[in-house]
């Protein structure tokens, strides 16, 4: 894959972020586009922005997290959900990946089990069929006899 995977994070804290963005800006095959803790905020670039790949952190307010990633799943479905925890339930990452992740990150993050899930979703991302984008035409036929 030529271009890079983008990215938009939702963290629990400054800290989090920090760390998440240090492993991503250290692989060559991720951009990362975006960042905040506002989940709501984070949503609306999520839709806006389209990215290829969204790491939602469910720490701090886990039950958000779920609505949220039910939500992007419904509105983007071509967005890729991780989500990502530093001791989370075995309840919760199933939640998670109930609500529409594709996969889970241990967070503090690592540059190996990164690489592991970007190779995973990078087979999903191209699996994908994107739908075809054809210009019409349309031509209206009327006869002059008709009107007078």
Excluded: W
Excluded at 23 to 41: F, I, M, Y
Aim: charged letters at 25%; hydrophobic letters at 40%.
């Amino acid at each position: 894959m030529s271009n890079p995977l983008t990215f938009v994070v939702l963290s629990t804290g400054i800290e989090t972020f920090k760390s998440i963005r240090a492993v991503l800006s250290a692989e060559p095959r991720t951009q990362l586009l975006a960042g905040g803790n506002d989940a709501d905020q984070v949503y609306d670039e999520i839709v806006r922005l389209k990215p290829d790949v969204a790491i939602i952190s469910l720490d701090a307010n886990a039950e958000h997290a779920i609505t949220l990633m039910k939500r992007l799943a419904h509105e983007c479905p071509s967005t890729a959900l991780i989500s990502a925890g530093k001791d989370p339930s075995s309840d919760l990452m199933l939640r998670s990946l109930r609500a529409g992740a594709r996969d889970f990150l241990r967070l503090p993050l690592s540059g190996e089990e990164l690489k592991t899930v970007l190779d995973r979703t990078t087979e999903f991302l191209a699996g994908q069929v994107k739908p075809v984008q054809t210009k019409g035409r349309m031509i209206s036929v009327f006869s002059a006899d008709s009107v007078r």
